[in-house]
């Protein structure tokens, strides 16, 4: 038998060779690198903080590990990826409305496209603001030139939904902007359902801010009569920061089909987003890793059920808050407005929130946060965050903090009545 003989593969002489292009003229860099930059590893604390602050929070292993995978945007991979993300989506939403859409950006992003997709220059909108995130959408509606209500709630209270319905019959907005969740003072707009029910009575869109409430306590978009949710991947959810997600109902798409003037946001155009959330074209590159994890992140809320799930939230939040007063503390919203998914701490005389995040960072690995100049730490309920164990470690080390800063606080009580309010306390 004969063996083929290995031909040698035949090369081109070198001078055959595809010649480079030829460099620019002046093709040396004139800036050289940074000096010294340190790796990862020795910047990053040994030790991991525990993310208990009001985001970004603690994500689970499966998202973690999707986010490191990089794959065809465009691919038939993708677009299955891509369909199981809208269908769990709109189990998230409480929706069956087709116009779920995913965002490259931050849940503030995902807010300017609800809003520069649903108003136009000259429209109005009642915005209901109880604080900085409700703002957020008053400022981003007279950016684009809407004509802006703004029906204020001060000392952190609830919106009442008489007085909404009152400001809708009065100003005939096309449009209301409402958070459900204030995170930035943790007030809970728990008047929300009768809200929007009464702007759809007036013939007025709900845009709904659930960034941080998503997944975490109810929210019905379709039963509520909600024209637009938004939610961003980093609080409620779980996921990662920078992708993010919205609803609109058909109402709201329609207006958006019927809008006469170009929706002055490229990347925010609804129409054009439509183009690779539903019929597998090219937008802009998504953020395919960010997408994936989002997918693992949804994953583990439809096996959860939101049932299970908010029954955890709302019971690991009563436990925790339940500790923070045996301790002494007190919270700074009344039980009326009060937030479960983000908790507000009143700081005790003499102290600084700065000082207790540092120290509570410094000293426990423990990460909280301030609030943009209020007298108050938060310490998150989101995803995660709601395991009994980390509730025990930051329940003990905010005590721990406030007794090294020189405060009195009863730490036995705080841990005792937190491990009796996780047995306890039954949530319906
Ligand atoms: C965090 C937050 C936002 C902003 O989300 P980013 O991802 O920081 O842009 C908006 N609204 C609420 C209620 C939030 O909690």
């Known amino acids: ?40 590893s020795e910047i990053l604390p040994d030790d991991p903080l525990l993310m208990m602050g009001a985001g970004p929070v603690p994500i689970p292993d499966a998202v973690a590990r999707a986010n490191s995978v990089v794959i065809n945007h465009l691919g038939s991979t993708m677009s299955t990826i891509i369909s199981q993300v809208k269908a769990m989506s709109r189990y998230v939403f409480q929706t069956n409305s087709e116009w779920v859409l995913g965002v490259a950006g931050p849940g503030s992003a995902a807010m300017e496209m609800a809003i520069c997709n649903l108003v136009a220059p000259g429209s109005k909108v009642l915005c209901i603001v109880n604080g900085f995130f409700s703002a957020r959408m008053a400022e981003m509606s007279r950016r684009l030139g809407a004509d802006v209500v703004i029906h204020e709630i001060q000392g952190h209270h609830a919106a009442s939904a008489a007085e909404v319905e009152q400001a809708i019959a009065t100003h005939r907005p096309d449009c209301i902007t409402i958070v459900q969740g204030e995170t930035s003072n943790t ?8 809200i929007a029910r009464a702007a759809k009575r007036h013939g007025c869109l709900t845009i709904v801010d659930a960034v941080c409430t998503l997944s975490t306590m109810p929210l019905q978009m379709d039963e509520w009569q909600i024209d637009a949710v938004i939610t961003g991947g ?14 609109f109902s ?102 600084g929130s700065p000082e207790i995040c540092n120290h509570i960072s410094g000293q ?52 005792a009545t937190l491990e009796y309010s996780l047995q306890h306390v039954r949530t319906a």
């Open 234 to 247: 980093q609080k409620g959810l779980a996921s990662i920061p920078g992708v993010s997600l919205i609803a």
């Open 187 to 194: 007030v809970f707009n728990r008047e929300l359902p009768a």
């Open 250 to 351: 058909d109402d709201a798409w329609a207006r958006i089909a019927e809008r006469k003037t170009a929706n002055t946001h490229w990347c925010l155009d609804a129409k054009l987003a439509e183009n690779f959330w539903h019929k597998g074209s090219y937008h802009y590159t998504a953020p395919v890793s960010g997408v994936l994890a989002l997918h693992e992140a949804l994953r583990l809320v439809c096996a959860e059920t939101l049932p299970v799930r908010f029954a955890r939230h709302s019971r690991c939040s009563f436990a925790l808050q339940n500790g923070i007063e045996a301790m002494g503390l007190r919270l700074w919203t009344a039980p009326s407005s009060r937030l479960n998914s983000v908790i507000g701490v009143s700081v005790p005389d003499g102290l």
């Open 364 to 415: 426990y690995h423990v990460e909280i946060s301030g609030s943009f100049g209020l007298p108050i730490v938060r310490i998150g309920q989101m995803g995660e965050q709601c395991r009994a164990h980390n509730l025990f470690r930051t329940l003990h080390a905010l005590g721990s903090t406030i007794r090294d800063l020189g405060a009195k606080v009863d730490i036995p009580a705080a841990m």
């Open 1 to 40: 038998m004969q063996t083929a003989k290995m031909s040698s593969p035949k090369l081109r002489a070198v001078e055959d060779l595809v010649p480079p292009s030829p460099a620019p003229s002046e093709s040396v860099p004139v800036f050289s690198a940074p000096p010294a930059v340190k790796m990862l």
